[in-house]
């Protein structure tokens, strides 16, 4: 199938996005004998156990740090500890360490130039241009760290701030859009009178020929159905018919289901220079990226509404000039050349004052709507985050060797992982069979044979090997005594 349209290729990520007890329950109804779904059950449960185990320590390690650069109390436990600089850069560095470990484990990844000039390459909801205010945004902080933990294909503000995303979603907007239409007429009106008298050669330079083409993607269905592929759907590609013109028409745009931003401010009198900002987004549209851009600038008029501004007076100079010269003028062709000029400039402006209205509009949603934590909320989320995929994937892999009864390899134990989220979930993922694999064998749940494929043990002796976790004793206690589960 090919496509001539405005469309974003997107990555299948490594999230299973199906709840834990979903899978729990539907593997379980899968198992013919009920003494297996209850030995399953129970090998489920001490499964999370002791992953949640592992990872406590850890997170404990990374909360307790994140405590010393809150923003909120994080100066104030800095000064009782009485800490030398030294002592807070290392500690700051461990803290910066855990946190991209945990990003990694959370399947979040850091937004690079190309992701961020193919989002920003389009406009949705935001109107204007939207930049950070580089004056208050510290850049040691990031400078440091990444001197000693140096990573390919970083963005070009990686000194200033860290912009991570996961997954993809879709947005849609169903309206007349009739200002929007009308803004579309007038700007084709005017890119083809200035074509037609050559200043968006001079304004705007020659346009590169690779810009404007079409690109032609040829689109396997298997990877549209999987939804790997996006149209974008805007008003200014839009095809103005009277229809479209006359009706409520539906726009789209790919969103990043879930971003996160860390950054520091620069330090003054209210602000101190070791506070670390943690925010969590979610449903983003790619093309409103900079609404969640730390420390923005006030916006204001765009190149392009300079240019109509100064375009059009120049116009209107010209043509009262070339009429006054005239030896009979018509006062009455002059003051209405004037006054279209003079109406053109005040629409673009209104529309400025438009644009600002509905930019404001989407910062009060992104704080209301669109932000799910910050600081402490965040980290909390994201330990949880990698706790329940590191669940999800061992119990999916287990599952998967048990009923194969015969060795598999890792490949095919991938695939096998992927076809079954697919046809008892309906979810298309990419399934990390390494990791799984490796917490596997951490449980002594599998052994490798000279090929390299793996095989399970069975349930029960699965479940002995575990062997009865801390959480249960705690349970059997709380029930006042009795045999574990």
């Given amino acids: 199938m090919v496509k001539k349209k405005d469309i974003i290729r997107l990555e299948r990520e490594s999230v299973i996005p199906i709840v834990k007890q979903k899978i729990i329950t539907t593997l379980a109804e899968l198992l013919e004998h009920k003494s297996d779904r209850s030995e399953f059950l129970k090998l489920c449960q001490r499964i999370e156990y002791t992953i949640r185990a592992w990872y406590v320590l850890q997170f404990e390690d990374l909360m307790q740090l994140y405590s010393l650069f809150d923003p909120i109390h994080g100066a104030q436990k800095l000064e009782q500890q009485n800490l030398s600089s030294e002592e807070i850069d290392t500690l700051e560095h461990n803290f910066l360490t855990y946190l991209f ?124 159905q999987a939804g790997l592929y996006v149209e974008r759907i805007r008003i200014e590609k839009l095809k103005l018919s009277i229809s479209n013109l006359v009706s409520r028409i539906t726009i789209q745009e790919p969103t990043f289901d879930r971003i996160i931003v860390v950054y520091r401010r620069t330090a003054d009198k209210k602000e101190s220079e070791r506070n670390i900002y943690v925010k969590h987004f979610k449903n983003i549209p790619m093309a409103d990226l900079e609404i969640v851009l730390p420390e923005k600038k006030n916006p204001g008029l765009t190149p392009m509404d300079w240019v109509k501004f100064l375009v059009s007076a120049a116009i209107g100079l010209v043509t009262v000039i070339s009429s006054l010269s005239i030896p009979k003028a018509n006062i009455k062709v002059i003051f209405g050349i004037l006054t279209a000029v003079v109406g053109y400039c005040v629409k673009t402006y209104f529309s400025f004052q438009k644009n600002l209205i509905n930019y404001q509009n989407l910062i009060t949603q992104s704080v209301y709507n669109k932000q799910l934590d910050s600081g402490r909320g965040t980290l909390l989320h994201l330990c949880d985050e990698v706790i329940q995929q590191e669940i999800k994937e061992v119990i999916v892999s287990f599952f998967v060797l048990m009923r194969q009864q015969k060795a598999v390899s890792k490949e095919n134990l991938d695939l096998l992982c992927e076809e079954l989220i697919k046809q008892k979930f309906g979810e298309n993922c990419n399934f990390d069979v390494d990791d799984a694999v490796q917490k596997l064998d951490k449980l002594g749940l599998v052994s490798q044979d000279n090929t390299g494929a793996y095989t399970c043990i069975n349930l029960k002796d699965a479940n002995k090997i575990i062997g009865i976790t801390t959480e249960e004793l705690v349970l059997k206690a709380r029930d006042g005594g009795g045999s574990p589960p």
């Avoid at 193919?118 to 406009?123: D, G, N, P, R």
């Fill in 101 to 224: 470990q945990v990003m990694d484990k959370s399947n979040f990844k850091i937004t690079t130039d190309d992701e961020i000039d193919i989002a920003l390459s389009a406009q949705y909801r935001l109107n204007l241009p939207i930049v950070v205010d580089e004056s208050k945004v510290d850049k040691r902080l990031f400078e440091r760290y990444f001197e000693k933990h140096s990573r390919d294909n970083l963005p070009h503000f990686a000194d200033k701030y860290i912009i991570f995303r996961r997954g993809f979603g879709i947005d849609h907007m169903t309206a007349f859009f009739v200002n929007a239409k009308v803004n579309t007429i007038i700007a084709r009106v005017w890119r083809c009178f200035m074509t037609m008298t050559g200043l968006r050669r001079i304004f705007l330079g020659k346009r590169k020929q690779d810009a404007v083409q079409q690109i032609e993607l040829k689109i396997d269905d298997a990877d549209h």
